[in-house]
């Protein structure tokens, strides 16, 4: 069956400092997947999706940015925190052919 | 693009009342509804999910409808239990992918 990690499962961070997330999927070969902010008591806000390999499509502008370097992986990174990046992040994949998208346990993140 | 617009924000409803969630969409193209239950802190996990080609889906005391000529389906949660509270998010799958509405906060009052 098919599975989604994703960690940290929390995250504190200072402002201006880098940020690394990582995502991966166990089961299933060429998923599309995607990363989501939500800020508290909030919607979800897609960030970035991903059809492939080196495939990334930016939903939001933002000081975030998004690589898959292999099939199953997908890396959530910034090189400078801002205060406005606290939220809750989830990974999720599928959302291909008319079924759902599956979402990994998260990630919280406060910057000080 | 798809728009996908959910009502109400906040619900709250006594313990053994029935609850009602809508959303509406703009992509007549749109064919697949995923409804996702979000727990405080956790991830959305999936309830239900409805294809163009029906018209209703129940699965126990949850039901979906789907009115693809109006353009709007709704969640229907019966004999609501202090566990059904949490946020509930629609969705509509388009051409762009998948759209989901800001959520409806569902409280259930004991």
């Known amino acids: 069956s098919q599975t989604i990690h994703q960690w940290p499962a929390t995250l504190v961070q200072p402002v201006g400092s880098p940020l690394s997330l990582e995502c991966t999927v166990e089961?299933?070969?060429?998923?599309?997947l995607y990363w989501y902010r939500q800020a508290a008591g909030r919607g979800l806000q897609l960030l970035f999706y991903s059809v492939g390999i080196g495939q990334i499509s930016s939903e939001v502008p933002q000081n975030l940015s998004a690589s898959r370097p292999q099939d199953r992986q997908f890396i959530l990174s910034s090189k400078k925190l801002l205060l406005s990046d606290s939220g809750f992040y989830l990974c999720?994949?599928?959302?291909?052919?008319?079924?759902?998208?599956?979402f990994g346990d998260g990630t919280r993140l406060s910057i000080l | 693009g798809e728009n996908v617009e959910q009502h109400p924000s906040t619900l709250s409803v006594q313990e053994g009342d029935s609850a009602v969630i809508k959303c509406t969409y703009s992509?007549?193209?749109?064919?697949?509804f995923p409804w996702y239950k979000q727990e405080l802190g956790k991830r959305p996990q999936l309830i239900i999910d409805?294809?163009?080609?029906?018209g209703e889906k129940k699965d126990q005391r949850i039901a979906v409808t789907l009115n693809k000529t109006a353009k709007h389906f709704s969640l229907h949660i019966t004999e609501t239990q202090p566990e059904d509270s949490a946020v509930y998010f629609c969705a509509a799958e388009g051409a762009d992918g998948l759209t989901f509405g800001k959520g409806t906060h569902l409280i259930i009052q004991p």
């Open positions: 409805i294809r163009s080609n029906v």
């Open positions: 089961g299933t070969s060429n998923p599309n």
């Open positions: 992509d007549s193209a749109s064919n697949y």
């Open positions: 999720a994949w599928g959302g291909q052919g008319n079924q759902p998208q599956h």
